[in-house]
C-alpha cells in the first residue's frame, strides 16, 4: 500500500518570500506523483505531475518540484509567492497513472502582506 | 471544452437516509472516479468508473455505490447514511492513463 506524508500541516510565509511544502511518500512499487492546490471552498486543480524523466517538474503558477528517489520525496517549491496562492496543497500518489490516488493530509499556505 | 460539473453543491440528509450525487464529466473523458474528503483531511478514494464498468475501489463499505452512464457521467449513491458520511464528496475525471480533473464537489452534511 502507498502512504504520503505531508510534513508541514501549515506554512506562513511573507509576499514574495520562498516556500517549500515538503512531501514524503511509502511506497513498495514505483509511483506517479502530483500536487493538487484547493482553493476555498473549490475542487482539486492539477499543480503539477511527475511521471518519468527529469527529476524537476515544472508546473502552473511558477510552482516547481523535484523528485528524489532516494529519500522518497516530491517537494513543492515556488521561489516567489503571491496573496493569490493562500490556499491547501495536496501531494498525491498513485501506482496506476489515471487510477486511485493516494492523498497526504493537506498543507495549508498562508501568504502574509 | 466545458469542465468537471457536480451536482447539487450543498444538500442535508438525515442519518439512515439515502442520497444521489451527480457528476458530469469533462468532455471527451471516459473515466471518473469519486473521492471522499472529510474535514480537514485529505480525499480519500471511493472508486472508479471505466467505460460503465467499475474499475477499482477503495476502503469502503458496499452501501457506497456508483453508476457510469453511456454518456460518461457518473452517479454516487450512499445508503443508510451515517453523521461520518459528512464531508465533501469530489468527482473527477480522465481518460485512462491521463491525469484526473476534479469538479467542484458536493458538501453533504448528515444530522
Known amino acids: 500500500a502507498q502512504s504520503v506524508t505531508q510534513l508541514d500541516s501549515q506554512v506562513p510565509v511573507f509576499e514574495e518570500a520562498p516556500v517549500e511544502l515538503r512531501c514524503n511518500y511509502s511506497?513498495?512499487?514505483?509511483?506517479?506523483l502530483f500536487w493538487y492546490v484547493q482553493y476555498p471552498n473549490q475542487g482539486l486543480q492539477l499543480l503539477l505531475k511527475y511521471l518519468s524523466g527529469s527529476t524537476l517538474v515544472k508546473g502552473i503558477n511558477g510552482f516547481e518540484a523535484e523528485f528524489n528517489k532516494s529519500q522518497t520525496s516530491f517537494h513543492l517549491r515556488k521561489p516567489s509567492v503571491h496573496i493569490s496562492d493562500t490556499a491547501e496543497y495536496f501531494c498525491a500518489v498513485s501506482v496506476t497513472y489515471g487510477n486511485k490516488l493516494v492523498f497526504g493530509a493537506g498543507t495549508i499556505l498562508r501568504v502574509k502582506s | 471544452e466545458t469542465g468537471v460539473t457536480q451536482s447539487p453543491t450543498h444538500l442535508i440528509k438525515t442519518r439512515g437516509q439515502q442520497v444521489t450525487l451527480r457528476c458530469s464529466s469533462q468532455?471527451?473523458?471516459?473515466?471518473v472516479s469519486w473521492y471522499q474528503q472529510a474535514l480537514g483531511q485529505g480525499p480519500q478514494f471511493i472508486f472508479q468508473?471505466?467505460?460503465?464498468?467499475?474499475?477499482g475501489r477503495g476502503n469502503f463499505p458496499p452501501r457506497f455505490s456508483g453508476l457510469q452512464f453511456p454518456n460518461y457521467s457518473s452517479e454516487l449513491n450512499v445508503n443508510a447514511l451515517e453523521l461520518d458520511d459528512s464531508a465533501l464528496y469530489l468527482c473527477a475525471s480522465s481518460t485512462q492513463g491521463a491525469a484526473e480533473y476534479f469538479g467542484p464537489g458536493t458538501r453533504l452534511t448528515v444530522t
Open positions: 468508473y471505466y467505460r460503465e464498468e467499475e474499475n
Open positions: 468532455s471527451g473523458h471516459n473515466t
Open positions: 511506497s513498495s512499487v514505483s509511483v506517479y
